[in-house]
Every structure is written in structure tokens, then in C-alpha cells.
């Protein structure tokens, strides 16, 4: 759906190059998919506006929403300080990210029952560009787990604050397990190749 003309003016107002140059920092940080964080967060942010999210909270929080969790030594001040809206920036990425201690899911239970309107968005977002990237991980354990968290975790966040994004995930869902069922398939077919060998 194409933006509106308030969207789009909305979205003009916003000064995100602040926030761009800060999440630089993460662009050494290598992705099991390929790429990088950085380009992670940008990712993030475009799913957000192709939904039509404009608001400027949010969309500085995406790209930064992994800065505290992926440099432990971060200077939050200069988050708090980037701008007159860096302190509910900074409320909000602190939302998306793990508490030390605590498990993956005691995490997402905590957005679904805890998370403000925004959290729960932009958790959303972050999950539908990893769920992308997951196609390219070759570690087909990992791809199962991560598939069968987002159906059971984050279906339910993204049921309460937008059914297209609940669309998209379950289409990427859908896909990374047949995605799996092939790759069982092939894997199946090359073992009794090799078995064929040995008789």
C-alpha cells in the first residue's frame, strides 16, 4: 500500500542521520545469515516504513534497537544526548533488548505482556527481516528452533498490533520449513548414495 501524502511528509520531518551514524558501530558485527548488524537495523527500519510506521520514536529506536545488546561497552549517553528525543529512544530499544539472565522466551514473554505498543512493533519488524535472512543460514537446527520461536512467541505480538505483519511471518514460516523439508530431502538422498558406495 502507498504511503499517504501526511505519511510521507511526516516521514520528511524526521532526522534519522544521526542515528544512522551511531549504529555504524555495529558494522563489524557479522550475522549468522551473512551481512552485518548495521545493515540489520536499517532493514528493520525499511520493513517499519513500508508498513507505514512514521513515527519518529520508532523509527530512530530501529536502527538502533541492537546497539546496547551487541556493544556491551555502548556510552548510552550518547544516545541520550543525540537528540530532544534520545531519552524515549533510548526507553525504547532498552525494552527490546535482553535483560541480562534472561532466556529468549522469558524475554518475549515479557514484550507480549509488558512491551508498549512501539516495543511490540518494532520487535515484530526485527523479527520478519531475520526470518528473511534465515533463508541463507545453512545450520538447519538453528533455522527449525528459530521458526518454531517465532510461531509460538512472536505470532502472538504481531496477532495484536498488525494481522499484515502476522501474514508475512506465517508466509515466512511456511517457507523456511519446506525450505527444511527439501534440505532433510536432499540430505536423505546423499545418504543412501553413500550407503550405495559401500555395498
Known amino acids: 500500500m502507498r504511503m499517504t501524502t501526511e505519511e510521507m511528509n511526516r516521514l520528511r ?3 534519522l542521520a544521526p542515528y544512522i551514524q551511531l549504529a555504524t558501530v555495529l558494522i563489524g558485527k557479522a550475522r549468522i545469515g551473512g551481512g552485518n548488524m548495521f545493515r540489520h537495523q536499517l532493514d528493520t527500519m525499511a520493513i517499519l516504513i513500508d508498513y507505514g510506521y512514521t513515527d519518529s520514536i520508532l523509527l530512530k529506536a530501529s536502527i538502533v534497537h541492537d546497539i546496547i545488546e ?3 561497552d555502548f556510552n548510552h549517553n550518547l544516545l541520550l544526548s543525540i537528540d530532544f528525543e534520545g531519552h524515549a529512544v533510548y526507553e525504547l530499544v532498552r525494552e527490546v533488548t535482553k ?3 534472561e532466556t529468549k522466551a522469558e524475554f518475549l ?3 507480549f505482556e509488558q512491551g508498549s505498543h512501539n516495543a511490540k ?3 515484530v519488524a526485527d523479527r520478519i527481516a ?3 535472512t534465515l533463508g541463507f543460514v545453512n545450520k538447519m537446527e538453528f533455522v527449525k ?3 518454531e520461536e517465532t510461531e509460538q512467541y512472536i505470532f502472538p505480538i504481531a496477532e495484536m498490533v498488525n494481522g499484515y505483519m502476522l501474514t508475512e511471518l506465517q508466509t515466512l514460516v511456511e517457507s523456511r520449513r519446506r525450505y527444511l523439508e527439501d534440505f532433510s530431502k536432499i540430505k536423505s538422498e546423499e545418504t543412501y548414495t553413500d550407503s550405495m558406495h559401500f555395498m
Request: proline share 10%.
Open 13 to 15: 520531518e524526521i532526522h
Open 70 to 72: 551487541d556493544i556491551p
Open 99 to 101: 535483560i541480562p539472565d
Open 109 to 111: 514473554v515479557r514484550i
Open 121 to 123: 512493533i518494532l520487535k
Open 130 to 132: 531475520n526470518m528473511i
Open 145 to 147: 528452533r528459530y521458526t
